[in-house]
Nanobody, 126 residues
Framework: QVQLVESGGGLVQAGGSLRLSCATS????????MGWFRQAPGKEREFVAA???????YYGGSVKGRFTISRDNAKNAVYLQMNSLKPEDTAVYYC????????????????????WGQGTQVTVSS
């Protein structure tokens, strides 16, 4: 079992930045790929970014060039640096863990992930 806890969400003005963190615990010996998804009210969960154990990354088209996913395997932590935030980035952001190693494209699919955090709210004002 793996437990995931997100932190770092909050209220920010358009054009600002936030850094989200995902702390993992439990079966840390398993080499999981990690992903970030987001969900706004009335919308489906949307893929944001993913990273493999070795550090290979992939981004959704709406955030490419603005967001950066990273991980520190020694600390069992995953991060999402969000820059140039827009009001349409407003959502609950979820961290998730998937069995490693899958192809990058599979990490864009919600069903690939076995574990999910409870989410952290990000609100971007205009």
């Amino acid at each position: 079992q793996v437990q995931l806890v997100e932190s770092g969400g909050g209220l920010v003005q358009a054009g600002g930045s936030l850094r989200l963190s995902c702390a993992t615990s439990g079966r840390t010996s398993t080499r999981y790929s990690m992903g970030w998804f987001r969900q706004a009210p009335g919308k489906e969960r949307e893929f944001v970014a993913a990273i493999t154990w070795s550090g290979l990354t992939y981004y959704g088209g709406s955030v490419k060039g603005r967001f950066t996913i990273s991980r520190d395997n020694a600390k069992n932590a995953v991060y999402l640096q969000m820059n140039s935030l827009k009001p349409e980035d407003t959502a609950v952001y979820y961290c998730a863990a998937a069995p490693n190693s899958r192809d990058l494209m599979s990490l864009t699919t919600r069903g690939t992930y076995d574990y999910w955090g409870q989410g952290t709210q990000v609100t971007v004002s205009s």
